[in-house]
């Protein structure tokens, strides 16, 4: 938002332990350089016509800069709820006030050999017209699951949001076939 001083190295953030229990607290920046586990969120929003909201991160971004998003999130504040988090992420990288609590689906443990946190993937429905942060966000759609289909193998993909979607995917056809 406008108004909101953007998210920076030095903000603090809760360290958690495999079980997602708080364990201490360390800077953004801290965190990412010595690969503390801490918390983050992922938010697919879709618009009124149900598509997907989909990005490319600015260049400037600490983790993943200038690659391709499926979600709008980040990370979880310390002392933040994840649900707080949810909120405020996607009103901040979506530009708009006034959104629905996005509703809360699952979590999983994203560790790769420079990354670790705990990861909650929600849902929210945006009717409102976006107007992305420009600190977060370089470009921006609205795709079909089709669309969005076709792209995976066409462009970068973060690498976080890219095993959230494939978990998505699959929580939602576990639900179908249930």
Same mark, same amino acid.
């Given at each position: 938002?406008?108004?909101?001083?953007?998210?920076?190295?030095?903000?603090?953030?809760?360290?958690?332990?495999?079980?997602?229990?708080?364990?201490?607290?360390?800077?953004?920046?801290?965190?990412?350089?010595?690969?503390?586990?801490?918390?983050?969120?992922?938010?697919?929003?879709?618009?009124?016509?149900?598509?997907?909201?989909?990005?490319?991160?600015?260049?400037?971004?600490?983790?993943?800069?200038?690659?391709?998003?499926?979600?709008?999130?980040?990370?979880?504040?310390?002392?933040?709820?994840?649900? $707080?988090?949810?909120? %405020?992420?996607? +009103?901040? !990288?979506?530009?708009?006030? #006034?959104?629905? @609590?996005?509703?809360? *689906?699952?979590?999983?443990?994203?560790?790769?050999?420079?990354?670790?946190?705990?990861?909650?993937?929600?849902?929210?429905?945006?009717?409102?017209?976006?107007?992305?942060?420009?600190?977060?966000?370089?470009?921006?759609?609205?795709?079909?699951?089709? $669309?969005?289909?076709? %792209?995976?193998? +066409?462009? !970068?993909?973060?690498?976080? #949001?890219?095993? @959230?979607?494939?978990? *998505?995917?699959?929580?939602?056809?576990?639900?179908?076939?249930?």
């Amino acid at each position: 938002m406008p108004d909101q001083e953007p998210r920076s190295a030095d903000e603090l953030l809760d360290i958690v332990d495999e079980r997602d229990r708080v364990v201490g607290q360390a800077r953004r920046g801290d965190a990412m350089a010595h690969r503390l586990r801490h918390r983050c969120v992922f938010i697919q929003a879709r618009d009124a016509q149900g598509r997907i909201f989909v990005h490319r991160r600015t260049a400037e971004k600490l983790v993943f800069p200038s690659l391709y998003d499926m979600f709008v999130g980040g990370v979880v504040g310390a002392g933040e709820s994840y649900d $707080e988090a949810a909120l %405020r992420e996607a +009103e901040e !990288e979506l530009g708009v006030r #006034g959104l629905p @609590a996005p509703v809360p *689906l699952f979590s999983f443990l994203y560790e790769t050999p420079e990354h670790t946190w705990w990861s909650r993937i929600y849902e929210v429905r945006c009717e409102l017209p976006v107007d992305p942060q420009v600190e977060e966000v370089a470009w921006h759609t609205f795709l079909t699951e089709e $669309e969005l289909t076709r %792209r995976l193998p +066409e462009w !970068e993909w973060v690498p976080d #949001g890219r095993e @959230a979607y494939r978990r *998505l995917v699959e929580w939602r056809r576990e639900r179908l076939e249930a």
